[in-house]
Antibody, heavy 114, light 111 residues
Framework: EVQLVESGGGLVQPGGSLTLSCVASGFTFRSYWMHWVRQVPGKGLVWVSRLNSDGSLTTYADSVKGRFTISRDNAKNTLYLQMDSLRIEDTSVYYC???????WGRGTLVTVSS | DVVMTQSPLSLPVTLGQPASISCKSSQSLVHSDGNTYLNWFQQRPGQSPRRLFY???NRDSGVPDRISASGSGTDFTLKIGRVEADDVGVYYC?????????FGQGTKLEI
């Protein structure tokens, strides 16, 4: 059974940093592109970033470019999202997904507030 | 960015009756590899999104036959043959042909 478990969310002040993790199981992690998608509670979905299977190709939404870094450790079956210079508008539930949304984790809530 | 426009945004339905959601993209979703990357997702209250269909009409595991998807180019449709209580939630179309990938605004289906 495919499982994706996010962690690392929490309350952070504007300008602060946070690193999210997503531990994958039930499939060959190193073979798949992985992605982060976010959702303001009660609102729509926004694709944030993507990363190819070996970690050599990254892409970001304009709203996070230069502030967020996606990475992976295929030996640990783990996807990361390093978030720096956080803004109030980054407050969202962050989901990791495999491929184009084939599987989703339960998400982790990031709240940016003073 | 590719704009995905769904209609209606609110869909009140009666149990056992059909329902249909339209999704239109601002440009063709045919990728250079020849595939059309249009997916449909369901998000039940309090849950993560769940993919229902990929590449227009390929049904994901566990999706009942009474739910179907179709379309081409820039016009796509999700149809529910007979609505059941389990179908309540928000439905999103999403394009994966052009970065940044984008979602429609969501259609809230309620009984």
């Amino acid at each position: 059974e495919v499982q994706l478990v996010e962690s690392g969310g929490g309350l952070v002040q504007p300008g602060g940093s946070l690193t999210l993790s997503c531990v994958a199981s039930g499939f060959t992690f190193r073979s798949y592109w992985m992605h982060w998608v976010r959702q303001v509670p009660g609102k729509g979905l926004v694709w944030v970033s993507r990363l190819n299977s070996d970690g050599s190709l990254t892409t970001y939404a304009d709203s996070v470019k230069g502030r967020f870094t996606i990475s992976r450790d295929n030996a640990k079956n783990t996807l990361y999202l390093q978030m720096d210079s956080l803004r109030i508008e980054d407050t969202s539930v962050y989901y990791c997904t495999r491929g184009l949304g084939a599987f989703w984790g339960r998400g982790t809530l990031v709240t940016v507030s003073s | 960015d590719v704009v995905m426009t769904q209609s209606p945004l609110s869909l009140p339905v009666t149990l056992g009756q059909p329902a249909s959601i339209s999704c239109k993209s601002s440009q063709s979703l045919v990728h250079s590899d020849g595939n059309t990357y249009l997916n449909w997702f369901q998000q039940r209250p309090g849950q993560s999104p769940r993919r229902l269909f990929y590449e227009i009409s390929n049904r994901d595991s566990g999706v009942p036959d009474r739910i179907s998807a179709s379309g081409s180019g820039t016009d796509f449709t999700l149809k529910i043959g007979r609505v059941e209580a389990d179908d309540v939630g928000v439905y999103y179309c999403m394009q994966g042909a052009h970065w940044p990938y984008t979602f429609g605004q969501g259609t809230k289906l309620e009984i």
